[in-house]
C-alpha cells in the first residue's frame, strides 16, 4: 500500500502535513505530495558481520584510474577517474560542461574501451552533431537518448561500459515513483541507483546537474554526499576560459582547479594560467597588484584591481567581483581604523581581472595596497606581487606554501615579493632567494604600505 507524505522540493525534508513554509530551510511553496510504497521491514535481527584491521585494508592494492587525456581535467579528479567512483559535475547552462565531457568520453572510448555517453536533455543526432563540430568522436563512444532509469541500468549492465556520463541527472526519472522528473526524490533514488550499479560493477560514473540561480547544486543536499568528487564549472560568458574547480574529491585534493579555453572547436586546457590572467594588465597604473595565490595545489598570479571614489550616498558602497564582498568591508576597515584612511566617504569597487575567483585569506594583502594605490593615485612597482593575511588588528598573517607562490613569480620575470615577516625564514630555507629577487617583508599593514610606497616613488 503506498504511502502519501509531503517532501520539500529544496531540501528535501518529509513532513506529515501539506504546508506553506518548509520548516527545515524556509523556503516558501516548495513542499508537495508525494506518494512511495512502505518499505519493507526485517522480521528478524541481522546477523554480526566480520570486521577486517585497517592495516590489512591499506595493504591493498592502489585504486586503478581512466585517463580522460585532457590534462587540466586530470588534474582537477586527481589523476584521472577512478574505477567505480562517481562524479557530479554542476555549472550555469550553457557554460561547456557537456562539451567538455563529450571530449572527455570520446578520449576515454579511444584508449580506455567501450564509453557510454547518455543524454536526457538532447537527441542523439544532436551531440553527433557536437561531437562533429569539435572532433570528438570515436568508434567506442555509445550514444543513448533515454529518460528512463530502468532502461538506462539495464542497458548499462548489457554494455558493460568503462565509464557513463548522464547528462543530466535532472531528467531521469523512475517508473517507481509517481513523482515528476526533477524533484527530490527522484534525483536522489535515480542517482542513489546509478551509483550503486557503478560500485557494483566497477564503471566510472559522472553525473551533470543543474544549478540554482544562486550558483549551488540544484536537488537534494544530500546528492553532494552520496559522490565521491563534486565538481563546480565557473566561468563568465564574457571571457573565453572556463574554470572547474573541484569542491570534494576522495580520491585528490579538494579545491584544485583546472583552466580551459573555449573555442569552436571545444574546450583547450591551458596549462601556463597565471600568462592568461596576466595577458592584458596594463603597466603603471594605480589600483592594480599582482596577487599570488594558492589554488588547491597550483600556483596562479593575478591581477587585483581596485577602484576608490567619492561616495553620493549616505552609506558608502563596497562591491567585489571574484572576492567576497564581505571580506573586502571588513579589511576597508581595518585600513581606516589601523591606518588612518579615509574611506567613510569613498565607495570602494574591487574586482579580480579575468573573472578569477579567489578565496583564500592570502589575498588580503593585494586588495589592501590596491585600494591604497587607488586612494593615493600612485602605483605600485611594475615587477613586484604580493600575499599574505592581514587581521583585524593590522597584524601580517604567514600563509601556506610561499615557496610555490615565488617560484611561479620568478618563472613570469617577477624580481619584487611582498610578504610577511612570518614567510621569510622558510622561504630562506628553500634557497628561493636570489641575487635578482628583492623581498620585502613586513609585520604590520602600516610596515608593509610604507615599504611598497617608498618603492613605487
Known amino acids: 500500500m503506498a504511502k502519501t507524505h509531503y517532501v520539500?522540493?529544496?531540501c528535501a525534508a518529509e513532513l506529515g502535513k501539506w504546508a506553506g513554509q518548509c520548516p527545515e530551510c524556509g523556503a516558501w511553496n516548495s513542499i508537495s505530495e508525494q506518494q512511495q510504497p512502505l518499505p519493507a521491514r526485517a522480521t528478524s535481527a541481522s546477523s554480526a558481520l566480520d570486521v577486517t584491521p585497517i592495516t590489512a585494508v591499506q595493504n591493498g592494492q592502489r585504486e586503478?584510474?581512466?585517463?580522460?587525456?585532457?590534462?587540466?581535467?586530470?588534474?582537477?579528479?586527481?589523476?584521472?577517474?577512478?574505477?567505480?567512483?562517481?562524479?557530479l559535475m554542476g555549472g550555469?547552462?550553457?557554460?561547456?560542461?557537456?562539451?567538455?565531457?563529450?571530449?572527455?568520453?570520446?578520449?576515454?572510448?579511444?584508449?580506455?574501451?567501450?564509453?557510454?555517453y547518455i543524454t536526457g536533455e538532447e537527441s542523439a543526432e544532436q551531440v553527433a552533431l557536437r561531437g562533429q563540430r569539435i572532433k570528438a568522436s570515436d568508434q567506442q563512444l555509445q550514444l543513448l537518448a533515454c529518460c528512463e532509469l530502468e532502461a538506462m541500468i539495464a542497458t548499462i549492465a548489457r554494455q558493460k561500459p568503462c565509464a557513463v556520463i548522464m547528462d543530466s541527472i535532472q531528467t531521469t526519472v523512475s517508473n517507481r515513483l509517481s513523482s515528476a522528473p526533477g524533484t527530490v526524490s527522484q534525483v536522489r533514488d535515480c542517482a542513489s541507483a546509478l551509483i550503486q550499479q557503478a560500485k557494483q560493477l566497477g564503471h566510472a560514473l559522472i553525473l551533470v546537474g543543474h544549478v540554482t540561480k544562486d550558483g549551488a547544486l540544484a536537488g537534494p543536499r544530500v546528492l553532494e554526499h552520496m559522490v565521491d568528487a563534486v565538481l563546480y564549472f565557473e566561468g563568465d560568458r564574457g571571457h573565453a576560459h572556463r574554470i572547474v574547480r573541484a569542491v570534494k574529491n576522495r580520491f585528490g585534493p579538494a579545491g584544485e582547479i583546472g583552466v580551459?579555453?573555449?573555442?569552436?572547436?571545444?574546450?583547450h586546457g591551458i596549462r601556463d594560467a597565471s600568462r592568461l590572467f596576466l595577458a592584458e594588465r596594463h603597466a603603471d597604473t594605480s589600483g592594480s597588484v599582482v596577487l599570488a595565490c594558492?589554488?588547491?595545489?597550483?600556483?596562479?598570479?593575478v591581477e587585483v584591481q581596485a577602484l576608490v571614489a567619492k561616495t553620493v550616498y549616505a552609506t558608502?558602497?563596497?562591491?567585489?567581483?571574484?572576492?567576497?564582498?564581505?571580506?573586502?568591508?571588513?579589511?576597508?576597515?581595518?585600513?581606516?581604523?589601523?591606518?588612518?584612511?579615509p574611506l567613510a566617504a569613498h565607495d570602494v569597487y574591487i574586482n579580480v581581472a579575468g573573472g578569477a575567483k579567489?578565496?583564500?585569506?592570502?589575498?588580503?594583502?593585494?586588495?589592501?595596497?590596491?585600494?591604497?594605490?587607488a586612494?593615493?593615485?600612485?602605483?605600485?612597482?611594475?615587477?613586484g606581487a604580493v600575499f599574505g593575511e592581514v587581521g583585524l588588528t593590522g597584524e601580517l598573517r604567514a600563509v601556506a606554501q610561499p615557496e610555490a607562490r615565488v617560484k611561479e613569480m620568478q618563472q613570469l620575470n617577477f624580481r619584487r615579493v611582498l610578504l610577511p615577516q612570518a614567510n621569510v625564514q622558510r622561504l630562506q630555507e628553500s634557497s628561493l632567494v636570489t641575487p635578482g629577487l628583492h623581498v620585502q617583508a613586513a609585520r604590520s599593514l602600516a610596515e608593509m604600505a610604507r615599504l611598497a610606497f617608498t618603492t613605487a616613488s
Open 64 to 87: 586503478q584510474r581512466y585517463s580522460t587525456h585532457i590534462e587540466e581535467l586530470d588534474r582537477v579528479l586527481g589523476g584521472g577517474l577512478v574505477t567505480g567512483s562517481a562524479v
Open 316 to 341: 558608502p558602497k563596497r562591491s567585489a567581483v571574484g572576492v567576497d564582498v564581505n571580506r573586502v568591508s571588513m579589511l576597508t576597515a581595518v585600513l581606516e581604523r589601523r591606518i588612518g584612511i
Open 8 to 10: 520539500c522540493q529544496n
Open 375 to 383: 586612494f593615493y593615485d600612485r602605483p605600485l612597482p611594475v615587477d
Open 358 to 373: 579567489i578565496i583564500e585569506p592570502a589575498a588580503d594583502l593585494a586588495i589592501l595596497l590596491a585600494v591604497l594605490s
Open 92 to 116: 550555469s547552462p550553457g557554460i561547456g560542461k557537456s562539451t567538455l565531457l563529450l571530449q572527455a568520453a570520446a578520449k576515454l572510448a579511444a584508449h580506455s574501451g567501450n564509453t557510454l
Open 260 to 267: 580551459f579555453e573555449m573555442s569552436d572547436r571545444g574546450l
Open 294 to 301: 594558492i589554488e588547491g595545489t597550483r600556483p596562479l598570479l
